[in-house]
């Protein structure tokens, strides 16, 4: 079956170190993937995208790795903040396309991450 | 969130009575997306939309349906509201190809009593 799977419901951190959240898929050959953040009774927010001929991305402190041999992206918060923390939500569009096909994005579950100060 | 409001934000109804949900966007994008996020199942699609009075089903697209009569605004219905449809809804817009990603709004909290 089709699946996108985050390996953590939660991960707790102390700050100032590196986060480091798992993203895996089965059975889709996405042409990117995205994630985002959710805060507490709000809508999820745009972090970053990352293509499939894109081994890595980054902005500020936030990096993103995407290995199609894997399955796998992975999502690294560095000099983490307790404003960090959130739930992060990887997703993908499982047409392969760029979205121009007319298909959505399925979503994993999330990671709550929780940076302690 | 900035070129989408959904309303209403909150809503408590009882079993059996429909319940339409509105997401207005001013920011001319083509496609709109429905959602609900429950514990333990995440974001799951509703219905989307892929123009003016073009949409299609999602995974969890039963007892729901959607009307775009306009590009701005595209509306959620339960036909006939159910305890199961307790949810917190979204919508969003994209603009595909742009690397943008989705944007949401705030969501809708539905209680079904």
């Known amino acids: 079956s089709q699946k996108i799977e985050q390996n953590s419901e939660a991960l707790n951190i102390q700050e100032g170190k590196t986060a480091t959240l798992t993203c895996n898929y089965t059975?889709?050959?996405?042409?990117?993937l995205q994630w985002y953040r959710q805060d507490p009774g709000r809508g999820p927010v745009f972090l970053l995208l990352i293509r499939e001929n894109e081994k890595e991305k980054r902005k500020e402190r936030l990096k993103v790795t995407f290995d199609t041999t894997l399955k796998q992206s992975l999502f690294h918060i560095t000099a983490s903040q307790p404003a960090d923390s959130a739930t992060y939500l990887c997703a993908l569009d499982p047409s392969g396309s760029e979205g121009q096909a007319g298909t959505a994005l399925i979503f994993g579950k999330g990671t709550t991450l929780s940076v302690s100060s | 969130d900035a070129g989408i409001t959904q309303s209403p934000r909150h809503k408590v109804t009882e079993t059996g009575t429909p319940v339409t949900l509105r997401c207005h966007q001013t920011?001319?994008?083509?496609?709109m997306y429905w959602y609900r996020q429950d514990p333990g199942h995440g974001l799951r699609l509703i219905h989307y939309?892929?123009?003016?009075?073009?949409?299609d089903k999602g995974e969890v697209s039963d007892g729901y349906s959607v009307s775009r009569s306009k590009t701005e605004d595209f509306l959620l219905t339960l036909e006939s509201a159910t305890s199961s449809q307790t949810s917190v809804y979204f919508c969003?817009?994209?603009?595909?190809?742009?690397?943008?990603?989705?944007?949401f709004g705030s969501g809708t909290r539905l209680t079904v009593v």
């Open positions: 059975n889709y050959s996405p042409a990117y």
């Open positions: 920011e001319n994008h083509r496609y």
């Open positions: 969003a817009i994209s603009a595909p190809g742009q690397g943008l990603g989705y944007t």
């Open positions: 939309s892929y123009g003016v009075k073009d949409t």
